[in-house]
């Protein structure tokens, strides 16, 4: 069954709107999260890594400002893309890996955010 | 850089035959391998990973990682038509670092 939840599945919005995705890591605690964006046809790219209680990670290009990641528990771990506009649309997966450095991440059902 | 690369495709591959899917990745680094498999629209599903040298069976599929040659590829044997997806391999390097991913091999099963 699945070990990471994530929610909303989809969203459509208007410019300007701000958007929060929730993930959730179910049965097991995950200190570690991680946000990924994938955009049609494309790989999976890495946005952020989410430490719970402390501040995230973020790739080199990847706006700080506008993709807010909060990791407040261990077992949830939340991105707000702030004021969206048609270019942040896409597909936003997270995944969270079980304890140990050789572990497989999972990845959760995924977000398809379109911006109008 | 890290890159992971894969041969985009689409690999047709016959009912019943074997499946080859082959990855290279650049750094050196990297400790931890892992092929998933992505339905279009769907978010991608673990398939095996592997962090030894030499293959790695689970089923239908085996895992084959090359360090010196920074070679990796999965088989699945006995291809059925449900295998038609996506195949994305991903490293990572030490400690706690998200997935490079490659662009995906797009993989065909004729009935």
């Known amino acids: 069954g699945a070990v990471v939840s994530q929610h909303p599945s989809r969203v459509i919005c208007k410019s300007g709107t701000s958007v929060k995705i929730e993930c959730r890591s179910l049965?097991?605690?995950?200190?570690?999260m991680f946000w990924y964006r994938q955009f049609p046809k494309q790989s999976l790219m890495l946005m952020a890594t989410?430490?719970?209680?402390?501040?995230?990670?973020?790739e080199q290009g990847v706006e700080k400002d506008k993709f807010l990641i909060n990791h407040a528990s261990l077992t949830l771990s939340t991105l707000t893309v702030t004021s969206a506009h048609p270019e942040d649309s896409s597909f936003y997966i997270c995944?969270?890996?079980?304890?140990?450095?050789?572990?497989?991440?999972?990845f959760g059902d995924g977000t398809r955010l379109s911006i109008l | 850089q890290k890159e992971v690369e894969q041969n985009s495709g689409p690999l047709s591959v016959p009912e019943g035959a074997i499946a080859s899917l082959n990855c290279t990745y650049s750094?050196?680094?990297?400790?931890?391998f892992f092929w998933y498999r992505q339905y279009s629209g769907k978010s991608p599903e673990l398939i095996m990973f592997?962090?030894?040298?030499g293959d790695k069976e689970d089923g239908r599929f085996t895992a084959q990682l090359n360090k010196a040659s920074q070679y990796v590829s999965l088989l699945i044997r006995d291809s059925q038509p449900s295998d038609s997806a996506t195949y994305l391999c991903?490293?990572?390097?030490?400690?706690?670092?998200?997935?490079?991913f490659g662009k995906g091999t797009h993989l065909i099963i004729q009935p």
């Open positions: 991903a490293a990572r390097g030490g400690g706690a670092d998200g997935l490079t």
């Open positions: 049965d097991f605690q995950a200190t570690t």
């Open positions: 750094d050196r680094g990297s400790q931890s």
């Open positions: 995944s969270a890996r079980f304890a140990g450095s050789n572990q497989p991440q999972h």
């Open positions: 989410s430490n719970e209680g402390s501040k995230a990670t973020y």
């Open positions: 592997i962090y030894s040298n």
